[in-house]
C-alpha cells in the first residue's frame, strides 16, 4: 500500500499524526500461493530460510534506511487525541 493512501485513513480532526512510514523487514510469510503449486515451493525454501535473510538484511542496512515499500512488510501509524478527547 502507498504510504500516502494509509495516511489518509487516519486525516480527521480529532488525531494529531506523529509518524507514519514502513516498517520492518521482508516477510515470506505474508505471501500465500495455491497448494502443491511451484510458488508454494519456492515460498517454504524461502520460509526456510526467513532467519538468514533477516540477519542478512540487517547487516546491508543501517536502522532505518531499509523502510521502503519494496523492502518493508508493514505501515505503521501514531496519533495522537488532544487532551480535550481524553475521556
Not at 516498517?23 to 511451484?38: I, M
Not at 534506511?65 to 481524553?86: D, V
Request: aromatic content about 14%; charged content about 20%.
Amino acid at each position: 500500500m502507498q504510504r500516502s493512501a494509509f495516511a489518509r485513513l487516519f486525516e480527521r480532526d480529532d488525531l494529531a499524526p506523529l509518524y507514519c512510514d514502513y516498517f520492518g523487514a521482508f516477510n515470506v510469510g505474508l505471501s500465500y500461493p495455491k497448494p502443491h503449486s511451484v510458488k508454494e515451493k519456492i515460498l517454504t525454501g524461502l520460509r526456510q530460510a526467513q532467519p538468514l535473510l533477516n540477519a542478512l538484511y540487517r547487516l546491508a542496512f543501517k536502522p532505518g534506511q531499509a523502510e521502503h515499500r519494496w523492502l518493508s512488510s508493514y505501515l505503521m501509524f501514531i496519533g495522537r487525541k488532544p487532551p480535550s478527547l481524553h475521556r
